[in-house]
């Protein structure tokens, strides 16, 4: 959709929903002549003080929101928009990130996935406007590449079409089940929210600094309601462009000296031999990395969201809510890349490279050294990248006289992830001499021998140079039904029971070249120059240290696509299901869940008891279907599978209100989370992509993963706004599912040699097969320290002054399988879990000016266990973050600010194995948002 049509459709919302504002204000006025009684309050709203109307300011949201939370049974945290669409972060899972036990992974600059209590993304269930949903984007090789989990991507949404989120970190029954961590429930503004007719337009600016752009973000909300209090519209949508630029070293791992046929035998290393130097027993060989290299990503994207919100109460007792999401990620990337492929290419590569001269460290690695017949590689990449989401719920919430309450959702969801272009071109200088490497500091010396900025060092050579085209498509959907009765038998008392169903789809498509990637056109040097040109201006903002190239020549996609006729051209064509390396990404999966629960809910307090709870039991019934292609002899063949399986999980919430301001908690529940949906699959997928060679299979038989969890609180109110909380939590985790990973010849695989046809591979290669299983899983244990302080006690300017703080402490032992039969486990911490997460906020507020500042840490975190070629883990190093806000309100109605986001601009610093070897190191620069707000 191209920039113009996108500022119509906005506008044309935008006028639609003006026009019915004035229509309904109108109408409003005249009713109001006609009949001088005052207007009804707003409509009681049934789930408690999340629906209050929020108060401007900072400080109120936050007392909104510790409401909330002092008014729930289970241990819930919130956030709440500070005043009418204005939530208090550029993003959701920024704002998350605030809360305690919450921990985000960051994709281009910008929060994408959570992790609750140490539990990542796979472990934690997001439902909006009370329905479950999944949002599916796709980032950099390096930052997870395409979601195929059931991990939620949170920069799918702008902020601004959300007034609330809240995280419910224990389980009750009446929610539905397949969260470890915690359940996320994001709530768009409804039209009862507001007492009046209201309008809001925003209007900013928002710059990078290393991108060196300023892009437009904009948004508008409208919502007005009858005179009468029956019948209500909203409409929020919003629009933003952001420009970034994310670059610096990508090593793809590290691999040891033995591996793809190790180094040529005249390699040297002062006091190795060579058989030393090409051991292939990973406990005792060499390592060094495997592709050291430079890269750099321009991204540009375009979001466009809008909610609408329709509510009607034809009676007192009834209430029907309709609420409708809709957002569009839509994105292109350019990526340009040098890496010296040497070093994993068997055949011509490795075993023809020659070291010169090397150091080892201390840790049996290759930290620097000079090498000869080095193959070199130059490659140029465009992605287009667009995610469509869309949501339509309904509610009722129907009172059957004064005692008897039924509510139902009905709805559906789609999250359709596109990748239509996806464009690789290579181009390569093979056997050069005199490159050289230094590990010795974070961001290493690369020095290539020759001069890569000159493309007549450079070839396009048919069987070696590649042209990769892999579109791609992942759909998940979501079509829920729950209902369910809730009797007050007393003041003291409420029963609750209901039913839910869910049926979960997903899929997911990719072409490839039919001929091979290697299968090119091979050029003269006089036929290659003018298809490329030369990249420039790297490493702005980092370290880099001398000899480092700045600038390298890259092929000219565009160029390359109309010299070569790629669309055209046979060489060049693509299939599906028909392409061997193409068709293990043909997956289908439908998964229908039914449960049924029953639950108590009491308050003794009127008794004398200051004791209130809850106590219930779900069970659930899931049923799984699933396709994938696999080799059956000879024959590849589209094959299925489906299972059934049954849970009973009980909860109990119990709270002592110790005090009027002093509580303490306990929770007791067991849960389960599925498997990830795309790891269902009975097929399998063979890569062979550069030096890569891989083959991943799924299992349709996977466990759900269990887990019994305690947790126990206490929390102190000693004032308005303030919270002084200390929690500890375990959870026991069984069935644990892990990818297990090993290298083995292709041979061995069982599959037909033919699948390697057009590739660069051959039978005696070594694969990394990976297939996730089951495993026993293990304990996870830790406390989360809260504080949220206004100094209203202090005196005169002092007393504008707050801050919140919190800290979380996980830790884990969770034993991973290391061999196939499972004769040989490895203890390690759970993936995605950081032992020490923590957050704070200063903030200053008064009725004109407002500023705050932020920061989040995060302790690093694995990602793989084990690691692949020997390395005993993969994962991400500690980050900080900093951001500031600051605002000024002009008048009652007009505010201009300007936010800082990662003022540091942190690194996204990846390593493998236990020694921390570098796998990845870039940066995405820091972005400031300069704004205006209007309401009326």
Do not use: C
């Amino acid at each position: 959709m191209s920039r113009t049509r996108i500022l119509k459709s906005v506008l044309a919302l935008s006028s639609a929903a003006a026009v019915l504002a004035a229509a309904s204000a109108h109408a409003q006025d005249a009713a109001a002549a006609a009949d001088p009684a005052p207007q009804a309050a707003a409509p009681e709203q049934d789930e408690g003080p999340s629906n209050e109307i929020v108060v401007k300011g900072f400080r109120a949201s936050l007392n909104n929101a510790l409401n909330m939370k002092r008014n729930e049974t289970a241990t819930i945290d919130a956030i709440k928009a500070e005043d009418v669409a204005e939530f208090p972060d550029l993003n959701l899972a920024e704002s998350l990130q605030r809360i305690p036990g919450v921990a985000i992974s960051r994709v281009n600059g910008e929060g994408r996935n959570i992790s609750i209590r140490g539990l990542g993304p796979e472990y934690s269930r997001v439902r909006i406007n009370g329905m479950e949903a999944i949002g599916t984007t796709g980032g950099t090789d390096n930052s997870g590449g395409v979601n195929r989990g059931r991990g939620f991507d949170f920069n799918i949404f702008s902020s601004d079409l959300f007034n609330s989120l809240a995280v419910r970190k224990t389980a009750t029954a009446d929610v539905e089940e397949g969260s470890l961590g915690g359940t996320v429930d994001l709530q768009t503004a409804r039209p009862f929210d507001y007492r009046k007719p209201t309008a809001v337009v925003q209007a900013a600016a928002s710059y990078n600094d290393l991108a060196r752009k300023a892009k437009p973000r904009v948004s508008t909300l409208l919502t007005t309601s009858t005179a009468d209090g029956r019948f209500g519209v909203l409409l929020s949508v919003a629009y933003e462009e952001r420009a970034l630029v994310e670059e610096g070293a990508n090593i793809t791992r590290w691999t040891y000296g033995g591996f793809n046929g190790g180094f040529a035998p005249t390699s040297t290393i002062a006091g190795k031999t060579i058989a030393q130097i090409n051991d292939t027993n990973p406990a005792t060989a060499l390592y060094h990395p495997r592709i050291p290299g430079l890269v750099s990503y321009a991204i540009d994207q375009k979001r466009l969201g809008a909610a609408l919100g329709v509510q009607f109460r034809p009676t007192e007792k009834t209430l029907i809510s309709i609420d409708g999401l809709y957002s569009r990620l839509d994105g292109t990337r350019q990526e340009s890349q040098f890496q010296a492929i040497s070093f994993s290419r068997s055949g011509t590569g490795k075993p023809q490279t020659i070291i010169r001269s090397g150091t080892v460290d201390a840790n049996n690695n290759i930290i620097s050294g000079t090498f000869d017949n080095v193959d070199l590689r130059s490659q140029a990449r465009y992605d287009k990248l667009t995610t469509d989401f869309y949501q339509l719920t309904g509610t009722l919430d129907q009172k059957i006289g004064e005692s008897l309450k039924f509510g139902a959702i009905v709805g559906y969801s789609s999250s359709q992830f596109r990748n239509p272009i996806q464009t690789t071109v290579t181009i390569d200088a093979a056997n050069t001499n005199g490159f050289f490497y230094d590990f010795s500091t974070r961001f290493p010396t690369i020095r290539p021998g020759v001069d890569i900025s000159n493309v007549a060092n450079f070839a396009f050579t048919n069987g070696t140079s590649e042209v990769r085209i892999r579109p791609q498509t992942v759909d998940n959907s979501f079509t829920n039904a729950k209902g369910f009765l809730e009797w007050t038998t007393s003041p003291e008392l409420k029963l609750k029971a209901g039913v839910d169903w869910r049926r979960f789809e997903y899929s997911s498509t990719e072409q490839r070249r039919l001929s091979g990637e290697t299968v090119v056109t091979t050029l003269t040097a006089a036929q290659l120059a003018p298809l490329t040109n030369v990249f420039s201006g790297f490493g702005r903002g980092l370290t880099i240290p001398s000899g480092t190239p700045t600038s390298w020549v890259v092929p000219n996609l565009e160029a390359f696509q109309a010299y070569l006729n790629t669309y055209s051209n046979p060489t060049y064509a693509t299939g599906g299901v028909e392409n061997a390396t193409a068709r293990g990404s043909f997956v289908t999966v439908r998964e229908e869940d039914l449960g049924a629960w029953g639950m108590a809910e009491f308050n003794l307090a009127n008794a004398g008891v200051p004791v209130r709870g809850d106590v219930g039991l779900r069970y659930v019934k899931t049923d799984q279907f699933s396709t994938g292609y696999a080799s059956q002899g000879t024959a590849i063949n589209l094959v299925s599978a489906d299972r059934s399986y049954e849970n009973w999980l009980p909860s109990a919430n119990l709270v002592f209100d110790v005090t009027d301001n002093l509580m303490v908690r306990f929770a007791a529940a067991k849960t389960i989370a599925r498997a990830g949906i795309g790891s269902l699959t009975p097929g399998g997928n063979l890569n062979v992509s550069g030096g890569n060679r891989t083959f991943s299979s799924g299992n349709p038989d996977l466990k759900p993963t269990k887990s019994t969890n305690l947790d126990a609180s206490i929390e102190w109110y000693p004032t308005r706004g303030a919270i002084y909380a200390v929690s500890a939590f375990q959870k026991d985790i069984g069935t644990f599912v892990q990818t297990m990973s090993t290298t083995v010849p292709y041979s061995s695989l069982g599959l037909p040699n033919s699948l390697l046809n057009g590739t660069t591979a051959s039978p005696t290669d070594a694969f990394i097969v990976s297939q996730p299983v089951n495993s026993k899983g293990g304990l996870l244990r830790g406390f989360e320290v809260n504080v949220q302080q206004p100094f209203s006690f202090l005196p005169g300017f002092l007393s504008n002054f707050g801050v919140l703080a919190n800290y979380t402490y996980v830790s884990s032992d969770i034993e991973y399988l290391t061999s196939a039969n499972g004769a040989t486990t490895v203890k390690a911490p759970l993936l995605g879990l950081s032992k020490h997460a923590a957050n704070g906020t200063l903030y200053y507020e008064t009725k004109k000016f407002a500023i705050r500042g932020s920061v989040a840490y995060r302790s690093k975190y694995l990602t793989a266990v084990p690691g692949t070629e020997g390395n005993s883990y993969n994962g991400t190093n500690s980050t900080t973050n900093i951001d500031a806000q600051i605002s000024y309100n002009v008048t009652e109605n007009f505010k201009l600010s300007l936010e800082g986001i990662n003022l540091t601009d942190a690194l996204n610093d990846q390593f493998v194995d236990v020694s921390n070897r570098l796998n990845v190191l870039t940066h995405s620069g820091r972005q400031f948002v300069l704004g205006a707000r209007l309401a009326f």
